[in-house]
């Protein structure tokens, strides 16, 4: 038997090559009981043919049928690992998402969700930490979440730069709108013809969004640009 790894030529009946100590096949071994087991298969195959009334030929080809179909059970692995990468994908493109872009998306559910502790997490950190110990009672319409729904659809974002305890996101997707209970709304924005660009700043480990009381406005609105004076009219003529 030749070696596999050294091709040293060993004599027959030898487990393991005399020259480098190789685990020997005996491949022509294992083709016999190959042909032995199909051979079971076959005979196996054709008495239970025969006593079903059908020809030799009509039994190999039920064997031949028997064989290519797969067990349910392996069916059933290959969904479940299927599913079990699918999950896993999804776990790590989640977690790809950036601590700026998460606190933006918190925010803007907090807002639709009227759920004032995260919102106030994102927006005023010392009063989040007062409400913590109960020595602040927020309520939402106070800290102005003034509408009595949002809705809010498919927001996505993209993170546009994050630097130290600075960074800034930009709403590129998504719909927002307030809601009245007498049906009135606030018009609504849609961020993939108007994105957002969200400012944050990291304070103890926490995004806070800048500019939130503008942020949180379900409508578009004309955002201030920082090179111009914010009030022209009492600027002095040069």
Not at 136 to 143: A, K, Q
């Amino acid at each position: 038997m030749k070696c596999p790894n050294c091709g040293y030529e060993n004599p027959q009946g030898r487990r393991y090559c005399e020259e480098c100590g190789e685990k020997l096949v005996d491949l022509e071994a294992i083709k016999a009981r190959a042909r032995r087991r199909s051979q079971r298969e076959a005979a196996i195959t054709r008495r239970e043919a025969q006593k079903d009334g059908l020809d030799a030929e009509e039994a190999e080809r039920r064997r031949r049928r028997a064989r290519r179909r797969t067990s349910p059970w392996l069916a059933l692995l290959i969904i479940l690992v299927m599913v079990a990468v699918i999950v896993i994908i999804v776990i790590v493109l989640a977690e790809s998402e950036s601590g700026p872009e998460k606190a933006v998306k918190e925010f803007y559910n907090a807002i639709k969700d009227k759920d004032i502790m995260i919102y106030l997490k994102h927006t005023e950190p010392e009063l989040y930490k007062m409400a913590e110990r109960g020595e602040y009672l927020p309520d939402p319409y106070t800290e102005g979440i003034d509408y009595d729904s949002y809705i809010l659809e498919d927001l996505t974002t993209r993170l546009v730069i994050e630097e130290g305890d600075y960074a800034e996101v930009e709403v590129t997707g998504g719909y927002f709108e307030g809601v009245y209970n007498d049906g009135s709304t606030s018009g609504g924005i849609d961020f993939s013809q108007y994105p957002r660009l969200v400012r944050l700043v990291k304070i103890e480990d926490t995004w806070i969004v800048q500019d939130y009381q503008m942020m949180k406005l379900p409508y578009l609105f004309a955002e201030i640009n920082t090179e111009e004076s914010e009030f022209p009219e009492a600027e002095e003529p040069g």
